[in-house]
């Protein structure tokens, strides 16, 4: 999960992450948080995920207007556009971007976090590895996925009478993913992962005897094009880390765990009250 989750992406212009990170920070001063478009924003593929398909039924009509422009990707007709309206960079143009996992976790976690927009977190059932440590109201507004729609529509009425608050969101989350999701922290989590694996491990790894010695490079030569192998090359590390892995901090006490977990649990229901509040005056 972790190589997939921050490799590149160049069949569908998704650049290496330390180059996209800076252009989503780029991105995020072309247009002020108060000055973006109105809306809760999500762009991506629907396919067979029926919680993505219950999102695009939020969409403005003519007898109701949830706050939502929800929009399919379709990647082939991106690829004949050159993804001229694809960049993730030119898509911090809105005050609430949507996360709602697909199959699985989905990869656009982190773009959708990195905008200053806040984002609006259709409840999960699966988790990126760093998921766990956002708060909710810290660095993202929690959605109900049973009720998506009124959800949503809440979620922006809200903003709208607390714009500072709101802003303050979005801005720590970002922050987060500008700082926390660095590479070295990635490499240092990766490190330790695979080191607490390797304990696990009751046989030696060898090396084979006719085995062929390859250089990072042989890696990106047979890509099938100019563009994949440029990506590969860009998210190469040129030289070995100045310093050891962080120090891996002792697992955390069941008590600490469990008032990290009820914290969220407070926090998410405390959202669910107001949303059935305001819908309650609603219909008075």
């Not at 999960?124 to 529509?153: A, E, G, V």
């Amino acid at each position: 999960m972790m190589d997939s989750m921050m490799k590149v992406w160049p069949e569908v212009n998704i650049k290496p992450w330390e180059n996209l990170v800076k252009e989503l920070e780029d991105g995020n001063k072309r247009i002020k948080w108060v000055d973006r478009e109105n809306y809760a924003y999500w762009k991506g593929n629907p396919g067979e995920i029926p919680i993505r398909h219950e999102l695009l039924k939020c969409n403005v009509s003519d007898k109701q207007d949830w706050n939502v422009r929800s929009f399919v990707q379709d990647w082939r007709q991106a690829f004949y556009e050159r993804y001229k309206y694809s960049n993730l960079a030119n898509q911090c143009i809105h005050k609430f971007k949507i996360y709602v996992e697909g199959r699985s976790w989905s990869v656009s976690e982190k773009y959708i976090l990195a905008c200053d927009s806040l984002t609006l977190f259709v409840k999960p059932n699966y988790f990126d590895f760093f998921t766990r440590s956002l708060m909710p109201l810290q660095h993202y507004w929690p959605i109900r996925n049973d009720d998506i729609c009124r959800s949503i529509k809440f979620a922006v009425d809200w903003s709208n009478n607390h714009p500072k608050e709101a802003q303050d969101i979005g801005k720590a989350a970002s922050k987060f993913i500008v700082e926390e999701l660095k590479m070295e922290n990635v490499y240092d989590y990766m490190f330790h992962v695979l080191n607490e694996y390797a304990k696990l491990l009751n046989f030696k790894p060898t090396i084979p005897q006719n085995a062929t010695e390859l250089c990072l490079e042989a890696l990106a030569c047979p890509a099938e094009t100019l563009k994949m192998r440029n990506f590969m090359v860009d998210s190469m590390v040129k030289t070995p880390a100045q310093t050891s892995p962080c120090i891996m901090p002792p697992p955390c006490a069941p008590p600490s765990l469990n008032d990290i977990r009820q914290k969220k649990a407070s926090l998410i229901k405390q959202v669910e009250m107001w949303e059935k509040n305001y819908w309650e005056y609603q219909a008075n």
